[in-house]
């Protein structure tokens, strides 16, 4: 499996613009994560999906943040507009229902996102 | 709510030291604990993940060990490397919930 995958690695925009972050979860997992890691917060929960609905949106900042899940498949976090204070590496993971050592979380390499 | 801390924030060793990490919860009814490792710049990598009802988990030269009803959780590293040299970060997974919380992490420097 290629892991969970997230473009794109970078992305500089300036303020006000629209940011799409993507992340392709591992096949099979049904559980679906976005995070972000600051220097001030650490690495923080933003959302989670379970089967492509939304479980808990209470980590996302404000309403300018949303996130989608139209698959198992897929799934995108935008942010719009866009602020300086949103800088940061946003992190997806993935992670399958279940007991046992399979079912820890896998992240991808993350989305550096600065806004100028 | 969850508050997870790791002590030290920061470690430096000569190659070859056997060494310690620590990880503290405040509430100990998890599900499980991971262990990740996240070089700089990079994203995270599960090194090990340990059931509630397990005591130890090993892999390679890596020993996790889990005291869930004091909280807390240890990173052995054996013979330590200049490789290892990065952020490790411990992550509980609360029973009632699916997310893991995680700590601040300790930064790992293996001189050669």
């Known amino acids: 499996d290629a892991g969970v995958i997230q473009s794109p690695r970078h992305e500089v925009t300036e303020m006000g613009q629209e940011v799409t972050l993507r992340c392709k979860p591992i096949s099979g997992h049904d559980y679906l994560f976005w995070y972000r890691q600051t220097m001030m917060r650490g690495l923080e929960l933003l959302i989670y999906?379970?089967?492509?609905?939304?479980?808990?949106d209470s980590g996302m900042p404000e309403d300018r943040f949303s996130a989608k899940m139209p698959n198992a498949s897929f799934s995108t976090l935008k942010i719009q507009p866009s602020e300086p204070r949103d800088s940061a590496v946003y992190f997806c993971a993935s992670s399958k229902s279940g007991t046992g050592p399979m079912n820890g979380y896998t992240f991808g390499s993350g989305t550096r996102l600065t806004v100028v | 709510k969850q508050e997870v801390t790791q002590i030290p924030a920061a470690l430096s060793v000569p190659e070859g030291e056997n060494l310690v990490l620590n990880c503290s919860f405040t509430d100990s009814a998890i599900y499980n604990l991971q262990w990740f490792r996240q070089d700089h710049g990079k994203g995270l990598t599960s090194l090990l993940l340990i059931q509630s009802s397990q005591r130890e988990q090993t892999s390679g030269r890596l020993n996790a060990s889990l005291d869930k009803s004091s909280g807390r959780s240890t990173l052995y590293i054996a013979a330590s490397q200049p490789g290892d040299s990065a952020t490790y970060l411990c992550?509980?997974?609360?029973?009632?919930?699916?997310?893991?919380?995680f700590g601040s992490g300790t930064q790992l420097t293996v001189l050669p």
């Open positions: 999906f379970n089967n492509n609905v939304p479980i808990d």
């Open positions: 992550a509980p997974r609360m029973g009632s919930a699916r997310q893991l919380t």
